[in-house]
T-cell receptor, first 116, second 114 residues
Framework: EAGVVQSPRYKIIEKKQPVAFWCNPI?????LYWYRQNLGQGPELLIR????????DSQLPKDRFSAERLKGVDSTLKIQPAELGDSAVYLC??????????????FGEGSWLTVV | KQEVTQIPAALSVPEGENLVLNCSFTDSAIYNLQWFRQDPGKGLTSLLL?????REQTSGRLNASLDKSSGRSTLYIAASQPGDSATYLCAVNAGGTSYGKLTFGQGTILTVHP
């Protein structure tokens, strides 16, 4: 079974440029998350989707970050314009509450962003 | 606000040793706790999940325990191997309206040398 798939794996951009990350969750997982991980830190939640609905976006910097999950499957996270402090790993994750895998959150490999 | 602390920050052991990684959290009203492994340049791999009603979970050489009332969890690794070298993260899921909002510790960097 395929895991959470993210692209691109690595991205280097100049500040003020836009960038977008794509995520395909595990098949059948209705909950999708975007987390950000700074170097040497644990990940922090940016946004959580239940199907198409963003149910928790309280930590998403809405002035420059946006996300969408059309049709309740794939998701895109966009940053425009990027700032130097946005350099981090952007992790997508998914989960389902269906037994027997209920509640375990599975992460992708991450998209590593460097803003120069 | 939930805070998660992991001790030690780094650990270096010879191959074959049994070891314990510690995780503590400040708010005992949790839904579940999950242990992850992260290799350099990689994402997070789920190791074990313990529901708030459970005391422990086991998978192969790994055993995770949970004492919710004292705000502690431990990850026990038996007969460590060089391939176990990675960063280990624990994360608390608050549940309810904050379901899925994992609060992570900063991790324990484990090195197992031959």
């Amino acid at each position: 079974e395929a895991g959470v798939v993210q692209s691109p794996r690595y991205k280097i951009i100049e500040k003020k440029q836009p960038v977008a990350f794509w995520c395909n969750p595990i098949s059948g997982h209705n909950t999708l998350y975007w987390y950000r991980q700074n170097l040497g830190q644990g990940p922090e939640l940016l946004i959580r989707y239940e199907n198409e609905e963003a149910v928790d976006d309280s930590q998403l910097p809405k002035d420059r970050f946006s996300a969408e999950r059309l049709k309740g499957v794939d998701s895109t996270l966009k940053i425009q314009p990027a700032e130097l402090g946005d350099s981090a790993v952007y992790l997508c994750a998914s989960s389902t509450r269906d037994i027997p895998r209920g509640n375990t959150i599975y992460f992708g490999e991450g998209s590593w962003l460097t803003v120069v | 606000k939930q805070e998660v602390t992991q001790i030690p920050a780094a650990l270096s052991v010879p191959e074959g040793e049994n070891l314990v990684l510690n995780c503590s959290f400040t708010d005992s009203a949790i839904y579940n706790l999950q242990w992850f492994r992260q290799d350099p340049g990689k994402g997070l791999t789920s190791l074990l999940l313990i529901q708030s009603s459970q005391r422990e979970q086991t998978s192969g050489r790994l055993n995770a325990s949970l004492d919710k009332s004292s705000g502690r969890s431990t990850l026990y690794i038996a007969a460590s191997q060089p391939g176990d070298s990675a960063t280990y993260l624990c994360a608390v899921n608050a549940g309810g309206t904050s379901y899925g909002k994992l609060t992570f510790g900063q991790g324990t960097i484990l090195t197992v040398h031959p």
